[in-house]
């Protein structure tokens, strides 16, 4: 098929692209940047310069590309685009990825619309933000946590407005876990060598990961059986802080992380990552599996910790 990738030479774009292409589609991958196009050709992609939050910019590349589906892995997270990860001050660090899955998914859907794409997949996030009451470990028929009050509220009406727009208009929502793999690793590993990612109180909250190469596989499961819905793309193990980092750390070659009292943590790191750390939901799998016959090739964190750190 001919699949557009809005967001192509992001992190999970470039491990995308490769194995579409593997599979026999043709990808015309996007990126902000001409300095970038060179890495979408050794992907295999025809690489496109386009600014997702102009309408037209987007309605041209898409009309052009006349991709049969379109994946929308657009976001600024990187450092280039919103500085150091910031959780204290999440609504300034993603500020620009909320309007992508705001403003640009809106744009992305109304080309589709326009050039007749029947064919739709976006990245949703299921990592530590599943409704914090009940079970520590969540379905897709379980609600999201809005996080009201925090500064993860825009980022989370900015998930939910992906979500329903998407669905509406009957494609896919990709609800990947956290991040590893190449391009993200070393983001996870460095601030715990540095030990500047402690434990906070317990460490009790639940979080669910993803290696970037099973997220990339499950991916193209969605755009190859025009998937519809909502799936949590994550491992078969949620786990809580207190299992993880230390592994994390031991894998990293770090010192065991530190641990900090949620007092003193809710001040330094902010709302956000206590509540992270000690009320975190996680999520289970199984739809994804069922529905899509997706198998992670790292069935659990434990395995794709030590492979990319080891």
């Known amino acids: 098929m001919r699949v557009f990738v809005a967001g192509g030479s992001g992190v999970l774009g470039r491990r995308l692209v490769p194995q579409l292409v593997a599979r026999g589609h043709q990808v015309t991958a996007t990126t902000t940047s001409a300095a970038k196009l060179e890495v979408l050709a050794r992907l295999g992609a025809e690489g496109v310069v386009m600014d997702g939050l102009d309408a037209r910019s987007v309605g041209e590349a898409v009309a052009k590309a006349r991709p049969e589906v379109i994946v929308h892995q657009m976001t600024a997270i990187a450092v280039g685009h919103a500085g150091e990860p910031d959780m204290k001050h999440m609504d300034r660090w993603f500020a620009g990825t909320n309007r992508l899955r705001t403003e640009g998914t809106d744009h992305l859907l109304a080309a589709a619309e326009a050039s007749g794409v029947d064919g739709f997949v976006a990245q949703g996030y299921a990592a530590w933000n599943g409704i914090r009451s009940g079970g520590w470990v969540k379905t897709e028929q379980d609600p999201v946590d809005p996080m009201t009050g925090t500064p993860a509220e825009p980022g989370m009406a900015a998930l939910a407005h ?19 793999g190449p391009g993200a690793t070393g983001d996870l590993a460095e601030p715990v060598r540095r030990r500047r990612f402690p434990i906070v109180g317990g460490g009790t909250g639940y979080c669910s990961w993803v290696h970037l190469d099973d997220a990339a596989a499950a991916t193209v499961l969605a755009v190859e059986q025009r998937a519809a819905g909502v799936f949590n793309i994550v491992d078969d193990e949620p786990a809580p802080a207190a ?68």
């Open 162 to 180: 992906v979500q329903d727009a998407v669905v509406e208009a009957g494609g896919a929502v990709l609800r990947y876990g956290w991040f590893y």
């Open 243 to 310: 299992q993880w980092l230390p592994h994390l750390a031991e894998c990293a070659g770090a010192k065991p992380p530190m641990r900090v009292p949620a007092w003193l943590a809710r001040p330094l790191a902010g709302e956000v990552a206590v509540a992270m750390m000690t009320e975190g939901r996680g999520f289970s799998n199984a739809r994804a599996k069922r529905e899509l016959g997706w198998r992670p090739r790292y069935p659990s964190w434990r395995e794709g910790f030590r492979a990319e750190l080891g």
